[in-house]
């Protein structure tokens, strides 16, 4: 199988804080690749490292055959091919929703004006947003918000989607329209990255999961594995707490 | 003293008076514009983050250090004397005969600059990471970050201070009649040195300032509530393509 990216013995500190370990992980193509794990584990700065959004102290992140922690490697290119949903949503602000899908499109990939609103129009329609373009993030709800981000991620037509926590942020209610967008992706064979507590989604949609703790990865596997098999004692505390 | 000397000093004087507040305005908004442009370049370049490549940060570092100068400098001494200084110092040191409005203009535009340098970097470090992250995650780089992103935020965010800094501008303009620029202070100056009259003159000006003050001021209402757009959105059903760019209002430019 064809891996997308593939990191090599990456750490992350903050000051004298080892948040992240020697993390040796790989997402492949097409492929869909739950993180779980407690609180503080690492999980949202190991997908931070993986966009560079956090600088890794030290290792490897080697995509497409080539390591983009390399000095002369144009980062700005690399992070186009990742789409990236915050648990805070981030919408811009003083763009419409119509506009927030298109100004990575324009601005970086340099479509023009037409066909980001073509691309735009279709990744809204995916979410179910396309009858609020001319909303402003302001006049959403969290989920719509939500589900907004995920197709301005989308319209850039990335190779990998990194969520983090996608639905933390969200009341109760709305968990769920941005779950269901999520699964219908995954059933597209859109290669995806997600940081998640839903563990009933990550045991539904993941084809694989990671079990992080403590800034290592504890144990990996399919869901079956993990959930009903788990072989780490920590794996099967963390469970043991969660599904509780 | 009686309102109908200050009604035939404003008959006898109106082209003077006009004049003057004419200059004041015309120093006042291209001085406004111009030190808000500066302020921005300066902002942006004050809040680009240190870069990886150690040249470059050097080179980074210095332009910092430039701009550092030029902000604390301009805003720690009086517009009243770096006026005299400019103007009778470029005549002393390099021999120029600098155009008084020119010199006005120039500079009520570097003073703002400063001012405005500093409101910008207070705007943008007020602007949530969220959407800077937002922004890098789909591969902008810092400049299409600001000008895409951040610094619509910004403009909309210090627009009340360089509301502000408009009418500080119109008010102190007044200080130039040091340089001898004719702007509305130095006329109505003019106007009492002839007729011997101080109240009116200034009374008369005084109205002006506060006419243009308070239009400015209006005006930037105005402005504010444009910006902010409509309250409400419209659903649509289902879009013709062609048609929506005009419609939405996309604003990428
Ligand atoms: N910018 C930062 N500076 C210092 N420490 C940080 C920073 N970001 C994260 N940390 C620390 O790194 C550790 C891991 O944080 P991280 O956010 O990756 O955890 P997480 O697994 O995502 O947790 P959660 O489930 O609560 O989101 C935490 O102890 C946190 O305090
Ligand atoms: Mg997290």
Redesign the interface.
């Known amino acids: 199988m064809q891996n997308v990216i593939e990191v090599q013995h990456l750490s992350k500190s903050f000051g004298n804080h080892e948040v992240l370990k020697d993390i040796d992980f790989s997402v492949n193509k097409g492929e869909v690749v739950c993180i779980i794990g407690s609180s503080g584990s690492g999980k949202s700065t190991l997908l931070r490292c993986i966009n560079l959004l956090e600088k890794p102290s030290g290792g490897q992140i080697i995509y497409h055959g080539e390591n983009i922690l390399d000095e002369k490697h144009d980062i700005h290119a690399y992070r186009k091919k990742l789409g990236m949903v915050f648990q805070q949503f981030n919408l811009f602000n003083n763009h419409n929703v119509l506009s927030n899908c298109m100004v990575g499109q324009v601005k970086v990939i340099k479509r023009s004006k037409e066909d980001a609103e073509k691309v735009a129009l279709k990744y809204l329609k995916v979410v179910g947003m396309d009858q609020y373009v001319n909303a402003k993030p302001k006049q959403l709800s969290g989920g719509q918000k939500q589900r907004v981000a995920i197709a301005r991620a989308l319209s850039m037509e990335p190779d990998v989607m990194l969520f983090d926590e996608p639905t933390s942020a969200l009341d109760p209610e709305m968990v769920g329209e941005v779950l269901k967008v999520m699964k219908e992706l995954a059933g597209t064979g859109l290669t995806m990255l997600i940081v998640t507590h839903e563990m009933e989604f990550a045991k539904e949609v993941a084809d694989r999961v990671v079990f992080m703790d403590k800034g290592v990865i504890a144990e990996e596997g399919t869901p079956e594995q993990i959930f009903n098999n788990p072989k780490e004692d920590r794996t099967k505390a963390f469970l043991k707490r969660t599904l509780s | 003293m009686s309102i109908e000397y200050i009604i035939s000093m404003i008959t006898n004087n109106w082209p003077m008076f006009l004049r003057g507040a004419g200059m004041t305005l015309l120093i006042s908004i291209i001085g406004t514009i111009f030190g808000a442009v500066i302020g921005l370049l300066a902002g942006v370049i004050r809040t680009i983050p240190t870069p ?2 150690k040249l470059k940060r050097i080179v980074l570092k210095i332009v910092n250090l430039i701009l550092s100068v030029y902000i604390e400098f301009f805003r720690g001494t009086p517009m009243l004397v770096q006026a005299m200084v400019i103007f009778y110092g470029s005549a002393l040191a390099f021999g120029i005969d600098m155009d008084r409005t020119m010199a006005a203009i120039f500079i009520v535009s570097i003073n703002t600059g400063a001012y405005m340098a500093e409101i910008v970097r207070g705007g943008v470090i007020s602007i ?1 990471k ?2 800077f ?9 810092h400049f ?1 970050t600001m000008w ?2 951040v610094l ?2 910004v403009i ?1 965010n210090i627009l009340p201070a360089t509301g502000n800094q408009f009418i500080i501008n119109i008010k102190d303009t007044s200080v130039l009649n040091v340089i001898g620029v004719t702007e509305l202070y130095f006329q109505a100056k003019t106007v009492a040195g002839i007729s011997f009259k101080y109240f009116e003159p200034f009374f008369i000006a005084c109205i002006l300032y506060f006419v243009m003050t308070f239009t400015v001021t209006l005006i930037l209402r105005y402005i504010e509530r444009k910006l902010d ?1 409509p309250e ?6 289902q ?1 013709p ?1 062609q048609l ?2 005009t ?6 430019d």
């Open positions: 990886e490549r949530d969220g959407q992250e937002a922004a890098q995650a789909i591969g902008m780089n299409q895409s992103v619509p935020q909309r757009g409400n959105y419209s659903m649509i059903g879009p393509p929506m760019l419609k939405s209002n996309t604003n990428i």
